[in-house]
């Protein structure tokens, strides 16, 4: 089978997102109350009532985006009767939706995600002080030309490539003056680059005090082996070994996330479909520009299942 899942990560995020799957479906329903106990307060009201700040505050934005996406993966193995595995052959996620990979092949249990998803996220939010990080989309300039500006500009602090998405499009992470230098130089030569409004610099060195915490939490996790294996942000490379996957989401807090190499690795891998399962339609615009023939859906909505679903038959 040529088909495999993908799962958003932060930025996706929108007042709303899974409430149809919510009100129609049972396991939806159980799935939200699962994450509102382990979490110990209604995730689920602001994931679908607001307000749209307290949404976007990276403690409820990471364990809300995989509570959507786990939602709608159990749906749709439910209504189809069928197995992840006979739905797909890969999975993989981009930085936050690692998580949800990982849970949807059943490496992880829901209630241990969320948990690691908590410390994960409290501490990303804690590992700078406000205002001390950004990060910016490169737009049009070369991988090979970005590093050499890096290089030549960073001399002091963090400034590093955060997200390799498709060929052209870039983000940037580290401290803010060195993302404003960068920004500047990066203009001056005639290509885009964007401050981009999140809470914290994601996948550069200012997140190290991120990793042990999550080494600890992660060490007394249960993590089986999956029926498929995770494609990771990492290594851009398959993997079902848990110790490994357990060293991959350790990897992934100060490193890059390789999804144009990701992309390039699922063709190599045979895969011609793509199901982004969540929130929004990031992903399925990024594979869109990955220079490769995938067919392409997401499933956001309930409509969205059905059409899946139906054809599947």
């Not at 930025?11 to 997102?17: A, D, F, L």
């Not at 409430?19 to 995730?43: H, I, M, N, W």
């Not at 985006?65 to 709608?72: E, N, P, R």
């Not at 100060?254 to 190599?268: F, H, L, P």
């Amino acid at each position: 089978m040529g088909r495999a899942f993908i799962f958003p990560g932060q930025g996706s995020q929108v007042v709303g997102m899974g409430k149809d799957f919510y009100d129609s479906y049972p396991v939806a329903r159980s799935t939200f109350q699962l994450v509102d106990e382990t979490l110990g307060y209604k995730l689920s009201d602001i994931i679908f009532n607001g307000p749209s700040d307290k949404l976007q505050l990276t403690q409820n934005t990471q364990p809300a985006l995989m509570a959507v996406s786990t939602a709608i993966n159990n749906v749709i193995i439910h209504q189809t009767n069928k197995k992840i595995q006979e739905l797909c052959s890969y999975v993989a996620g981009h930085s936050l939706g690692e998580y949800s990979a990982v849970c949807s092949i059943d490496a992880i249990s829901l209630k241990d995600t969320t948990k690691l998803l908590k410390v994960r996220s409290t501490s990303m939010q804690n590992a700078c002080l406000p205002g001390t990080g950004a990060m910016a989309a490169c737009i049009g300039i070369e991988q090979t030309k970005l590093l050499e500006i890096l290089d030549d500009l960073v001399t002091d602090g963090v400034c590093q490539i955060a997200n390799d998405n498709v060929k052209g499009q870039i983000v940037i992470s580290g401290s803010s003056d060195n993302i404003d230098r960068v920004i500047a130089v990066i203009k001056d030569i005639g290509f885009k680059a964007i401050k981009l409004k999140v809470s914290a610099p994601f996948h550069c060195k200012l997140m190290k005090p991120v990793e042990q915490p999550m080494r600890e939490i992660l060490g007394s996790t249960e993590i089986d082996i999956p029926e498929i294996p995770l494609i990771a942000n990492s290594s851009a490379k398959p993997t079902t070994k848990p110790e490994e996957i357990k060293e991959l989401l350790i990897s992934q807090i100060c490193g890059m996330v390789r999804w144009r190499e990701i992309m390039d690795e699922m063709a190599n891998l045979g895969i011609t479909e793509l199901v982004e399962i969540g929130a929004g339609k990031v992903l399925s615009g990024l594979a869109k520009k990955s220079g490769h023939n995938f067919k392409i859906s997401n499933i956001a909505t309930v409509t969205d299942m059905q059409q899946f679903i139906d054809n599947l038959c």
